[in-house]
């Protein structure tokens, strides 16, 4: 029972900061930066304050779909952000190249991140169906439901190790925007706002990863 209380309330907290980030982001979206520049600008100017130029920064359809592609070596900006002069605009492009510049930069958690990526992408395909199968067949294959919890803890640990990657690419963000002078004392809160809310995404997703495994693990004990 309280797991399921936890999880609800994981739940509801997800949907309002989702509504808290589409709010900030429409609202940051109106303001438009001092010296009106487009989000594509701020993140080329972004990589070549850092030396990194052989990143690319393109378009990609799209709301809040921006990310920051290693293999590839482009920074893709959603059409609310690629052409878009807003303080919104801004904090979005530079927190995508801040994961340009983690990757230059051999950025720990990021190597071990991307570590990961392959086993959790394989995890990720099956663990559903691994989980669902341990369940049915728990009293026959007990051994099964294990296997499955093993797999989604990957994607759990993933999400955890996600956080300081997003965290770290947002302080870097917010201290180059200040440093280069994008955004000014009125602007930066703004910004840091934005991506502040961006951040509980992120945190609010681990800990709703974490409060499943936890019960898969329950149902496992019980059984």
């Known amino acids: 029972m309280n797991i399921w209380i936890i999880m609800i309330a994981i739940m509801v907290v997800s949907v309002i900061v989702q509504q808290m980030l589409q709010s900030r982001f429409n609202k940051y979206s109106q303001v438009g ?4 520049m487009s989000g594509a600008e701020v993140a080329q100017k972004m990589l070549r304050d850092h ?3 052989d990143v690319k920064v393109v378009p990609t359809r799209g709301m809040l779909t921006d990310h920051f592609n290693p293999e590839t070596k482009t ?3 959603s059409e ?3 052409a878009s002069r807003s303080v919104a605009a ?3 492009a530079a927190h995508e190249c801040g994961h340009a510049v983690q990757h230059a930069m051999g950025y720990a958690p990021v190597r071990m991140r991307s570590a990961l990526v392959p086993a959790v992408s394989f995890a990720s395909n099956i663990v559903q169906w691994v989980l669902l199968a341990g ?3 728990i009293n026959i294959f007990p051994s099964l439901i294990w296997i499955g919890i093993g797999l989604f803890a990957l994607t759990t640990i993933f999400s955890f190790v996600t956080l300081p990657v997003e965290i770290n690419a947002s302080s870097r963000a917010i201290t180059w925007l200040t440093q280069a002078g994008i955004t000014d004392g009125q ?3 703004m910004a840091i706002d934005a991506l502040k809310w961006a951040a509980y995404t992120y945190v609010v997703a681990a800990l709703g990863s974490l409060a499943t495994l936890l019960y898969y693990i329950g149902m496992a004990r019980r059984d």
């Open 75 to 77: 920074v893709a900006l």
């Open 187 to 189: 602007t930066r809160p």
């Open 51 to 53: 030396g990194i130029y």
């Open 135 to 137: 369940v049915i067949f």
């Open 33 to 36: 930066l001092p010296n009106g």
């Open 80 to 82: 609310g952000v690629y």
């Open 90 to 92: 801004a904090a979005v």
